[in-house]
């Protein structure tokens, strides 16, 4: 299974690596939609769940990088 057949629309991710004026804050963000570009990569479009006004696309392998993102579990 690709990395991108694994990312659904309301799945959650926790950015890895943030700091917040030196604290340990991550962002939570979700997932709004995924697609395939006419470059034939996957994207998913990204959510903040703090700030709906923040959004960002990535590439599923982007989104699927553990050093970057690690999923929410459902039940947080």
């Known amino acids: 299974m690709s ?3 694994k990312i ?3 799945q959650r991710y926790v950015e ?3 700091s917040y004026f030196g604290r340990g804050y991550r962002s ?3 997932v709004a939609d ?3 570009a006419g470059d034939g990569v996957m994207y998913a ?3 903040s769940e703090k700030d709906r006004h923040r959004k960002k696309t990535l590439s599923a392998a982007a989104l699927a990088d553990t050093g ?3 999923p929410v ?4």
């Open 8 to 10: 659904k629309a309301g």
């Open 34 to 36: 995924t697609y395939r």
């Open 28 to 30: 939570i963000w979700a």
């Open 73 to 76: 579990a459902t039940d947080e």
């Open 16 to 18: 890895m690596g943030n």
């Open 68 to 70: 970057r993102f690690r």
């Open 3 to 5: 990395d991108f057949a």
């Open 45 to 47: 479009h990204l959510v």
